[in-house]
């Protein structure tokens, strides 16, 4: 099965979406909130729109995921890392610094909950990010 990121755009702001996800377990920690781990994998190819100003690689590659989503009465955080096969880039994303497409935004890997606030860091074929929701 081929799975692809999908673009959602909402109102100008635009997040980039798994295509595929699945939850592998859940830990509650009395009085303190929960963990669930999942795994996700999907194409960060933004080939043919990207942003006019855009200078950096269109093509961020094949994303293979695993994260942990961690719920208290807090917030909602999620911890991902990834593999890509887009080896050569080295970029940062965060609500400040757009995606390629000039788009800001991030909806979880792990139910398609829009962030608040995200980074994510690609470097040498190695994805680490976090993100938080409200």
Not at 36 to 54: E, L, Q
Not at 81 to 109: E, K, R
Request: charged share 10%; glycine share 12%.
């Amino acid at each position: 099965m081929k799975l692809t990121a999908k673009l959602l755009v909402a109102g100008g702001l635009a997040l980039a979406a798994a295509g595929a996800q699945v939850a592998t377990g859940t830990e509650a920690f009395a009085g303190n909130g929960s963990a669930a781990h999942y795994t996700s994998a999907y194409s960060m190819d933004f080939t043919g729109a990207t942003a006019p100003d855009y200078t950096g690689p269109a093509d961020l590659g094949f994303w293979d995921c695993t994260g942990v989503r961690v719920t208290n009465k807090n917030t909602v955080r999620d911890n991902f890392t990834c593999t890509t096969t887009a080896t050569n880039v080295t970029a940062t994303f965060t609500q400040s610094i757009p995606w390629p497409c000039g788009c800001s935004g991030w909806a979880s890997d792990f139910d398609g909950q829009v962030a608040t606030s995200y980074e994510i860091d690609i470097s040498a074929g190695e994805v680490s990010g976090w993100a938080i929701y409200s």
